[in-house]
Structure formats: C-alpha cells, structure tokens
C-alpha cells in the first residue's frame, strides 16, 4: 500500500526503539485493563483504587522535570534501558506487594512502577526527532504512538485467551490462571525489550551536554517560555480530563454492567486494533487537510462520543444500554487517540529543536501532575457517592476547553507560517541523514 512507503523509510534503530516501547507497553496496557479489577478482588474499594493510582502519578511529577532537564545534549540509549530493566521488575514487585496485602509496599510499588515507565516516555519522543528524517517524523511519531494500541490488542487477546483456562500445570504444580499470573505472564515476555534496546544506536545529541546545574540555570535564558506554556495549556486541560475517566473505565464497566475481566479486556483489545489503524492513517490525513481536520474534528467527535457512553449508565435499566456504551467506548477511543501523534508534531514543532527535550519533560509532568490530581479528585467524588456518569460529564467539559485551545495554537502556528510544507515531501525523495543503523 502507497502509504506505508514513508513507514518503509523509518530508520532501523528508531524501529528498534518503538518495538521495546511496544514490549514495555504490554505490561502498561495489561496492568491497565485488569489491575483495579484485581484490586477490587483482592478486597480494595474505589477509593483506594484510585488513592493507589494517584501514586504512580506522584512520583512522574517530581521527577519528568529533572530527567528532561538532565538529558539535554545526552546519549537517551542508557536510559531506555534502565527503562526496558526496570518497567518488568517494578511491575513483578507491585504484584507481590498486592498479593501480600502490604499496603506501604503496594504504594512504593505503584511509585517506582509510574517513574520507569516515565523515562520511556521523556526519552522516546526526543531520540526520534533527533534520529528521524524530516520527511518521516509523522510517521515515525505515529508509529510510536501506535505501540500503545498495538501493545492493548496483545494483551488484551492474552487476558482474555488465559482467563478461559482454570490452572495451567508445570510438573506436579498446578498454577491457577487469576489476574495475578496472568499479568506474571505479560511481564515475562515483555522483558524481551532490553535485547531490542541492546541493538539500539545512539543518535546525536542536538546540543552539547552539560551539567544538571548549567541546563537549570539556562531555564530563564535558553528556553521559548511563552510559547512552551501555549502548547501546555490545551494539554493539562485535557490531561485533567483523562485522568477523571481513563484510568477507570474499567470500573465503570465492572459497576454499571458487571463486566469482568476477560469481557473488559476482550473490548480493550478490538477498540486498540480501531486504535492502532486509525493512528498509522492519520499522518495521511494531516499531510492532506492539515493540522485542523486531524486534531479537531476527531476530538469533537470523541467528546460526543465520551457523553453518550456517560448517558448508558442512565439509561442502564434498558437492555440496549450495555450495547450502546460498548459502541460509544470503541468509537470515542480512537477519535481522541488518534489526534495524539498529531498534537505532539504540532507541540514539537511550534516550540522548536531547542525546546524539545523539555516540551516532553513537562509534558509527561503535565500529565502525570493532572493524573494525580485528578485520581484525588475521583477518590474525593466516589467518597461522596457522585455517579461515574457526572465524572465523564466533567471529563468532557474539560475535553472542550482544552480543543478550543487547540484550535486557538493551531490558528498561530499557521500565521506564523510555519505550515505543513516543510512535510509535504514526495515519497521517492530521497530523505536526508537517515540512519540506516
């Protein structure tokens, strides 16, 4: 297909990358899917859930700042594979510490868990921008994006497959297949990772490393502030947003319609497959119509879709109900993410090659900030019995302010003339400092 040439044309190492981010996403997508299922089993109420969630956040806020800092003008391959080494270890302790019941160490578990996975996500956006030609960087940010779709399908195949086997045997051990050692499962073959991250080389830093001190003190000197805080603001705004509901889809599901896990995961994994084509397809769509056709109109769209699904829990008493909100979550799923390759394209390039390694620092501090607060938030409504569908209503009141803004930073990018045509390059061109790794 003519559209997968430019795919094609992705360096090696950079496909190497993002095929260790898919491995380490199947624990984050697996982990996602089934966990709160699993705590609520293992005798935990929404409100710690959610108490157990905010930490994972809490340990990315303080610390996505500092590494986006510290890695300007630095080798990123050490440390996506501290990444690919720490992601399955962390992700094996949180499981023990649930399973024991310790609650110091399911909090510490949750903390450690959230910081690997935010060294991926500070360090794999920059090591493509400094790796990729320029007329691949929609597709190589997209197919990074895709991972985490891809990575859903996976797990949410394998869920759903072991969930339907009782025990699996090893000699005279019989193993029953819970949530538990499913997710044992998931991890161990995620921890192939760190071979594909051995095979990795190293781009070139764009600027020349320094000291965390002498980066620190550059912040008020060195770095666009104005516009890195225009492209933050639409971000937080649907962070805050996000945080309300993604996270607990899931119970919203197990609550209203008493869908288990391997039904859950089952759904996860055919709205990821929507996810994973609608998100390859998009850099076509943003090359022909531009940055308002690709981010806007799906957004919209999403958060119509987000408020129907909200409206089934009303409406919960209808047989139709539980069909509707199955439809709505699969089509709201891939119209909001399938604008997220988009945004960030859009972000990178607004701010500039020398803001870049700190836009995704603090864009992971952005998230992970409005994901804890928002978790605190969502303890707080449940605690005070506010219905899952009033939360998504919020949810998709913050969705609307902050793709009003969108269209605000997308309306200046283009004044300032910084259009698309520096992307809109023929497919035979040829594409210039490719690494061929």
């Not at 990729?132 to 960087?137: M, R, T, Y």
């Not at 029953?176 to 071979?195: K, T």
């Not at 009033?390 to 902050?402: M, P, R």
């Not at 969108?406 to 990018?413: A, E, K, T």
Request: hydrophobic share 50%.
């Amino acid at each position: 297909m003519k559209f997968l040439d430019r795919y094609r044309k992705i360096p090696r190492s950079i496909l190497l990358m993002i095929s260790a981010a898919f491995l380490i996403h199947m624990i984050n997508a697996g982990f996602i899917l089934i966990l709160n299922i699993y705590l609520r089993k293992m005798g935990y109420v929404d409100e710690s859930i959610a108490q157990f969630n905010s930490f994972r956040f809490l340990g990315i806020l303080c610390f996505a700042f500092p590494l986006g800092i510290f890695i300007k003008g630095k080798a990123l391959k050490p440390f996506l594979m501290a990444s690919a080494v720490l992601v399955p270890f962390f992700s094996t302790f949180l499981l023990l510490s649930i399973q024991s019941g310790n609650e110091t160490r399911i909090t510490f578990g949750f903390v450690m868990w959230g910081l690997s996975f935010m060294i991926l996500n500070v360090c794999s956006l920059p090591y493509i921008m400094r790796t990729a030609p320029e007329g691949v960087v929609s597709e190589a940010i997209s197919l990074n994006f895709s991972t985490w779709s891809l990575a859903t399908i996976v797990s949410g195949f394998i869920i759903n497959i072991l969930s339907r086997v009782e025990h699996i045997q090893f000699g005279s051990y019989n193993y029953p297949l819970d949530e538990y050692h499913i997710m044992l499962i998931i991890i161990g073959i995620s921890s192939f990772s760190v071979l594909l991250v051995m095979f990795m080389k190293e781009s070139k830093p764009r600027s020349k490393s320094k000291e965390f001190l002498s980066n620190f003190k550059e912040l008020t000197t060195h770095y666009d502030w104005k516009l890195i805080f225009r492209v933050l603001t639409p971000n937080m705004l649907i962070a805050i947003g996000a945080g309300l509901t993604i996270p607990f889809v899931n119970l919203f599901f197990n609550s209203v319609f008493k869908v288990d896990s391997d039904t859950f995961s089952l759904m996860g994994a055919s709205t990821a497959a929507i996810v994973f084509t609608s998100t390859l397809i998009i850099p076509i769509v943003r090359r022909k119509f531009g940055f308002r056709v690709a981010i806007l109109i799906p957004q919209w769209l999403a958060i119509f879709f987000l408020v129907v699904l909200a409206m089934t829990q009303v409406a919960q008493v209808y047989s139709w109900a539980f069909y509707v909100a199955i439809a709505a979550f699969m089509l709201r799923q891939p119209l909001m993410n399938m604008a997220g390759p988009m945004t960030s394209e859009l972000g990178m390039k607004y701010v500039g090659p020398r803001n870049q390694e700190l836009i995704s620092a603090l864009s992971s501090s952005i998230w992970s900030a409005s994901w804890f607060i928002s978790a605190k938030v969502f303890q707080y409504l449940r605690q005070i019995d506010l219905e899952y569908y009033q939360i998504f209503v919020v949810t998709a009141i913050l969705y609307a302010v902050g793709v009003s803004f969108y269209h605000i930073l997308i309306n200046d990018f283009l004044k300032r003339g910084r259009d698309d045509n520096d992307l809109k390059l023929p497919l035979d061109e040829p594409l210039r400092g490719m690494d061929r790794g």
